[in-house]
DNA sequence: CCTTACATGTAACAAGTTACATGATTAG
DNA sequence: CTAATCATGTAACTTGTTACATGTAAGG
């Protein structure tokens, strides 16, 4: 039932095109939601039928027309609904910790190659998520709240990412 | 697909029922990977089916039957194989952190109560890994394989979960 | 020519959740 | 008597993935 609010919270910061909001889960929204672009346009589908959204459509020169979705005072209200109800926590679930789980069976040169990739990804993240903070976000006191909640869901990215790599050191010493 | 392989790794460790497999998940495995006991003895079923499993009948005095499940050479074959296969990272998805994407609709009280609620949480799990790191891992470095992944595995929850507490600290003073 | 980005979808299948169902034993 | 733990499942539904499908424009 997430991924309606994660596209209603999306759309609530501004209108966006199916296409923008899969861009935005790749990217922006990386550590906070994800969904593939089929995901994304099946739930808006429900969401305009819904009447939660509206869709208008935007013409380009030389290009089919694109649809840019905007809440509805009914697709506020359902989300603000949702953002006062308490949620659990999500479950952890990582196949690289199930492989060090079976560690011993395991091929450690393709262990150590799996471990290679994920520091490139972990320090790709860092450096994206480091270049937003500088960006936007210099001096997080002085923030309108708006933008102060974002800065601390971003914080929450560049804290695990830190403490990711850290491990990373760990685990390619134990290795 | 990947629960299957979690279970498979699960059983490579030690056979068990399905109910001590979901109770794995739930406990030791909380930080690796995650399954209701429906789920569980549905893929039970299905690897048994297919012969990766088989099962034992335990006979109990006063209590029906229970099954223990063992991997067969066939399902060993299957994990290995699995294990040589890098596995994407899986995508972060945080309700939460959806929340706060959208926080300025939000009601404040809720956000904290629902911090409060993290805190305590974690610092549940922080307690209960930490206790499982001295009762089992006191010299890591003398351990033998078998035990030093599953070592490293425990650390990742560990590190993991003190950053998000360090997290914590920094979200509610912004909040 | 080929690949990447833009832009939107459908269909089939796998994975995960929620509700329902049953029955024994143990601790308060 | 009641709740919790042990122990195992089925059925319906929702969510997420993979494969398929189509077409434009820009850059090398």
């Not at 393709?110 to 790709?124: H, I, N, P, T």
């Not at 933008?147 to 929450?156: E, F, P, S, V």
């Not at 830190?162 to 990373?168: K, T, V, Y």
Request: proline letters at 6%; glycine letters at 4%; charged letters at 30%.
């Amino acid at each position: 039932m997430a991924l309606r609010y994660a596209l209603l919270a999306a759309l609530h910061e501004s209108p966006a095109t199916g296409y923008e909001l899969t861009q935005r889960f790749r990217s922006r929204l990386a550590n906070v939601w994800n969904a593939s672009h089929q995901q994304v346009y099946r739930e808006l589908g429900k969401l305009l039928e819904e009447g939660k959204l509206l869709a208008e459509s935007v013409p380009q020169p030389d290009k089919p027309d694109k649809k840019r979705y905007h809440l509805t005072v009914a697709g506020q209200k359902d989300l603000k609904q949702w953002l006062d109800k308490p949620q659990p926590r999500p479950p952890a679930k990582d196949p690289f910790l199930v492989k060090l789980f079976a560690g011993n069976l395991a091929d450690k040169a393709v262990l150590q190659g799996e471990a290679e990739k994920m520091r490139e990804e972990w320090e790709r993240q860092l450096a994206y998520y480091r270049s937003i903070e500088e960006e936007y976000f210099q001096q997080p006191d002085a923030l309108p709240a708006h933008y102060r909640y974002q800065y601390l869901a971003l914080r929450r990215g560049i804290t695990q990412v830190i403490a990711s790599l850290e491990w990373l050191d760990e685990l390619e010493n134990g290795l």
